[in-house]
T-cell receptor, first 113, second 115 residues
């Protein structure tokens, strides 16, 4: 079945550092890929998405490129801020089998001033 | 417009009691999902409704868990004979349709504590 694997946290960075959170997936067909973010005390919200190979999703300075050849969707940001401290979830939604969304375990990011 | 709402926001119950959690999806969203999030962990899929199709119940952990949805509106998740391991935040999400490219919109969750 479909699955998502993302790097374990927590990840601790200083402000203005470069961020990468790795995400790889296993799926048949052509799934859509998402990054969701959960800020402290808030609900999950969509950060960005990509729906086909080589698409790049971007939002709030974050980017992720749908790489079918490496089955990856790594999240990157060039310069993190304290306000980026949150839990980040990589997710996959298949185009077959009922469209169930599979989430990764989440990666907690702490950004220090 | 209004987002996904869930009630109650918090529920404390004694072991062995039944609980019912409610989700109001965004109007017009035909797909509705329930997830469970244990403390410090990721999201665990429970059940998925899409329009009038039979729901995907493959994530329900035991027969103590059940869910219903009336048409394309409100959904209730029922947990019978609650156990301490049922303590978690239960999240509901809706999306515009079952098309795989559509993102989900999450409610604030119901925090369930079983004592």
């Amino acid at each position: 079945g479909n699955s998502v694997t993302q790097m374990e946290g927590p990840v601790t960075l200083s402000e203005e550092a470069f961020l990468t959170i790795n995400c790889t997936y296993t799926a048949t067909g052509y799934p859509s890929l998402f990054w969701y973010v959960q800020y402290p005390g808030e609900g999950l919200q969509l950060l960005l998405k990509a729906t086909k190979a080589d698409d790049k999703g971007s939002n709030k300075g974050f980017e992720a490129t749908y790489r079918k050849e490496t089955t990856s969707f790594h999240l990157e940001k060039g310069s993190v801020q304290v306000s980026d401290s949150a839990v980040y979830f990589c997710a996959l939604r298949g185009d077959t089998g009922g469209f169930k969304t599979i989430f990764g375990a989440g990666t907690r990011l702490f950004v220090k001033a | 417009g209004a987002g996904v709402s869930q009630s109650p926001s918090n529920k404390v119950t004694e072991k062995g009691k039944d609980v019912e959690l409610r989700c109001d999806p965004i109007s017009g969203h035909t797909a509705l999902y329930w997830y469970r999030q244990r403390l410090g962990q990721g999201l665990e899929f429970l059940i998925y409704f899409q329009g009038n199709s039979a729901p995907d119940k493959s994530g329900l952990p035991s027969d103590r868990f059940s869910a219903e949805r009336t048409g394309e509106s409100v959904s209730t998740l029922t947990i019978q004979r609650t156990q301490q391991e049922d303590s978690a935040v239960y999240l509901c999400a809706s999306s515009l349709s079952g098309v795989h490219s559509y993102e989900q919109y999450f409610g604030p969750g119901t925090r369930l504590t079983v004592t």
